[in-house]
Structures are given as C-alpha cells and as structure tokens.
C-alpha cells in the first residue's frame, strides 16, 4: 500500500512511479497514442479509413461506460474498504483479548504470559500468510519448543491457533486463574478472530464475475477504437493527445477497480497486512509486559513509502 498524505498534490504525484498500476497504464496509453497517430496520419493526410461515427450516438455510449465504471469502482471499493473494516476489527479483538487476559494472569506468571503473547500474536501474522501465497512459518514466533514445526502439520493455520488458543483458556479456567463469567467475556472476542478470517477468505474467493469485467473491458476497447474518428474532423492532430488522455481515464479506473477488488495481494494498492500484523504483535507484547526484540519491533512502523 502506498502511504502518503492526500493533501500534497506534489509528494502524491511522485508517487506514480511506485505504482505497477500506473506504469502499465502509461504503456497502454502510450500503444493507444500510436493507433490514434496511425489513424491520424491515414485520414488527415491520405484520406483514407475516415468512418462517420454521429457525435450524438458517441456521447451516449459514453454516459453508458461512465455509470458501468462508476458501479465498477464503487464495487471494488467495497470490498476493498470491508477488508480493511474486517482487519480493524481483528486489532480491536486481539487488543481487547490480550488487555483482558492481562489483568487476570499474575504479573509473576511470566510463562504464561509469553506463551499467550506469542500464541495471539501469531494469528494475524498467519491469516496474512494464509490469505496471500501461504504462512512463512519463519515469521511466527515459538510459542513452546517444537510449536511452528507442529503448526506446519496443519492445512488451515490459523483455525489450528484459534484451537490452541481455546485449550489455554481452558486451562486457566481448570487451574482457577480464570472463571467461568472471564471466559464468556473472552470467547466473545476469541470467536471473532475465525469470524474476521471467514469473512476475509469470502472477499478473496467470490471476485467480481467474470463476465461483467469481460464486458465492460470489451466495452472500453471499442470505445477507445472509435474515439479517433469522432474527433478526427474537428481537432485533426490533436486528436491524438486527446484520445491518449481519455484513454488515460478509461483505462486507469478500470485497472484500479482490477487491483483493489482483491485487498488481501501484494499490489501497492492493496492493504498493508504485514505491517497491520506486526502492529498487533507490537501491541499485544506491549500489553501483556512481554519483551519483544527492539528490530522485530520497529516492523509495525515501517518508515516507507510503500508497505505490504
């Protein structure tokens, strides 16, 4: 994700060049000039391929793709914007299950305190994983000796650290360091984590049909074909800046749409969850008075301008 402040225009627009999305998108708008010159060249100066396109009917079909664009956005964006809702969500519950279990451990009870830390701790860091192109076991922490060997015997990792998570509940709750009434008020919060990861493996398995992004891409390409030579008789060679400019729009907001309709990649516009993930891991330590190395740390502020 590309991190910036949205109202300086100059440090916004140096980030274009950050973007994967931007640069292909000037490539294409780049080949687009090309056709637009070609097409050019061929009617001001042979007279030849010069097809009549009514104006009228042009300008329809062009308020025809802009609502289809908008509802293509705005539907990228939601499930974008609830990725990020879903993953604010697993902060509030990691924090709230680590201040709670806080105040119920002893503050000499320093084992269990750093199994627990790292138990939580390492839950968001492998729903990441597991979102994306699998866990890197090399990122979790060892909770007790042997644990990320046994974890990498599981098919869904982070159901197996809910599991564990609920065994060490119970057995506080068996040696009386928590009560009945505590665990209800945790399982609230603990069943939330599995709630948030369901509802994140929904997003990244139901993308938008392919069919409507088959059409509406379909769409635009005939509508950038056909742009020359509706401008053809009144701006002549400027029709080639202006058709790369439109084409600049079209295109631009579908790749975008493309991008953001799967929050959980690696694309620079998509959600930060190694760092949110870090953050959590900083958080939680911090509350249960856990140390937590000064390099691992720092990764919950990444002082970059692009962060994954």
């Known amino acids: 994700m590309i991190v910036y402040k949205s109202t300086d225009w100059v440090e916004a627009l140096r980030h274009l060049r950050s973007s994967d999305v931007i640069r292909l998108l000037l490539k294409r708008v780049l080949w687009v000039g090309l056709y637009a010159a070609i097409v050019t060249g061929l009617v001001v100066r042979f007279d030849k391929f010069?097809?009549?396109?009514d104006k009228e009917f042009f300008s329809f079909l062009g308020i025809m793709l802009s609502l289809l664009l908008a509802f293509r956005t705005n539907t990228a964006y939601d499930r974008f914007y609830e990725g990020r809702r879903l993953w604010g969500q697993l902060v509030n519950n990691c924090r709230n299950l680590a201040v709670l279990v806080h105040a119920r451990l002893p503050a000499h009870d320093l084992a269990n305190r750093a199994y627990f830390a790292r138990l939580l701790s390492n839950f968001p860091i492998a729903l990441d994983g597991h979102l994306r192109k699998g866990v890197r076991f090399e990122k979790l922490e060892e909770a007790d000796a042997g644990?990320?060997?046994?974890?990498?015997?599981?098919?869904?990792v982070p159901s197996r650290l809910s599991a564990l998570l609920q065994e060490f509940f119970e057995r506080l709750l068996r040696e009386e360091v928590l009560l009945p009434n505590h665990l209800i008020t945790l399982q609230r919060h603990h069943e939330a984590l599995l709630d948030v990861a369901g509802a994140c493996e929904r997003i990244k398995?139901?993308?938008?049909p392919f069919s409507y992004s088959y059409f509406i891409k379909g769409f635009i390409t005939v509508f950038i074909l056909v742009m020359p030579f509706n401008l053809l008789d009144t701006y002549e060679w400027l029709t080639v800046p202006i058709t790369m400019l439109g084409a600049y729009a079209l295109l631009g907001v579908e790749m975008i749409g493309d991008e953001i309709e799967d929050p959980f990649g690696k694309d620079s516009n998509d959600l930060p969850l190694t760092q949110i993930s870090n953050r959590i891991r900083a958080n939680v330590h911090e509350i249960l008075g856990v140390d937590l190395?000064?390099?691992?740390?720092t990764l919950a502020d990444v002082p970059y301008s692009v962060v994954f």
């Open 50 to 53: 010069n097809l009549a396109v």
């Open 147 to 156: 644990f990320v060997e046994r974890l990498q015997q599981a098919r869904h």
């Open 205 to 208: 398995a139901t993308p938008i």
């Open 293 to 297: 190395h000064e390099d691992v740390r």
